[in-house]
């Protein structure tokens, strides 16, 4: 009959004799590193929380800053240095050749230069502050060239200032000095203290006054506040500081139906519209009172 042998059970130690269970610490750490906030501020926060610290420390040291200096310099000039980035000519088109060569002494880039080098928008003010200039655009082309498109401002007047001849544009604007006022026979002259601040009314005058324009020598501002008219032969219209159209419209309405001009007037003073007076020339009277000849017909007006 065979013998039992008897089997060993396994116990709740171990061969050491020691609980396998964790401990009271080990359990608290571990549903502490189960907590998401923790995970996540120990696994990302503070790592990028150092490595920050560590690049900032070097970002800061001295050698550190001139050797990125550097770096950036020479990237800097490199991409520059590009071909496709690299101007070789201006070009300007629109206005006269004066106007051009201006804008040309006024640019003053020296070629070739990159485009990333060139303030455009600090080269646009400097060409649009030319009194010439009434609008410009400047902008770089395919082909390497830095083109300024521009339109002159047109003249409208000559401005006597001292001894000096300066065309005009309609805002008052100089566009550019002249030389003698032969050049220019078309534009009247504007002169007086201030003159300049009030050439839209000028050149608004001189349209309605076009029925005498030929006779047309220019306009005098007088006192900064109004007009007087000259005309040839010496005679002036004096328009008052306020409505000098509706007064103009008056001595328009007399030269049409009385001759008004036609005759030995100097001045017409309209400065108190309910009381014109004319002063006369200085044969004026011989002239009323010479007596006619004797074949000759009495005009009208003098009847």
Do not use: C
Not at 55 to 83: I, K
Not at 126 to 138: F, I, N, P, Q, Y
Not at 161 to 182: K, P, S, T, Y
Not at 231 to 250: E, F, H, S, V, Y
């Amino acid at each position: 009959m065979r013998s039992l042998i008897p089997l060993s059970v396994p116990s709740g130690r171990s061969k050491a004799g020691r609980d396998p269970a964790p401990s009271r610490w080990r359990y608290r750490i571990v549903r502490w590193w189960l907590r998401p906030h923790i995970r996540l501020a120990l696994t990302v926060v503070l790592p990028l929380t150092l490595g920050a610290a560590l690049f900032a420390g070097w970002v800061t040291q001295a050698d550190t800053q001139t050797m990125l200096r550097d770096t950036m310099a020479e990237l800097r000039d490199a991409v520059r240095a590009r071909p496709e980035f690299i101007l070789t000519a201006l070009t300007v088109t629109g206005g006269s050749a004066p106007l051009r060569a201006q804008i040309e002494e006024t640019v003053s880039v020296g070629f070739p230069v990159s485009s990333l080098a060139l303030d455009l928008d600090a080269v646009r003010t400097r060409v649009a502050d030319l009194s010439a200039v009434a609008w410009v655009r400047v902008r770089v082309t395919e082909d390497g060239l830095l083109s300024v498109q521009v339109r002159e401002r047109r003249p409208e007047a000559i401005l006597r200032h001292g001894d000096a001849l300066f065309l005009i544009g309609g805002e008052g604007h100089r566009v550019a000095r002249l030389a003698n006022r032969a050049a220019r026979p078309d534009l009247a002259v504007l002169a007086g203290t201030g003159a300049t601040h009030a050439v839209p009314e000028a050149l608004a005058l001189m349209a309605q006054a076009t029925p005498i324009g030929p006779r047309i020598r220019g306009l005098v501002r007088v006192g900064a506040r109004r007009w007087d008219l000259i005309l040839d032969r010496g005679q002036r219209i004096m328009l008052p500081a306020q409505n000098p159209a509706a007064a103009l419209r008056t001595v328009l309405a007399l030269q049409t139906s009385e001759r008004l001009l036609d005759r030995d007037i100097s001045h017409i003073d309209l400065r108190d519209p309910d009381r014109p007076v004319l002063r006369l020339g200085p044969d004026a009277l011989t002239t009323r009172r010479s007596p006619p000849k004797p074949d000759a017909a009495v005009p009208a007006e003098e009847t």
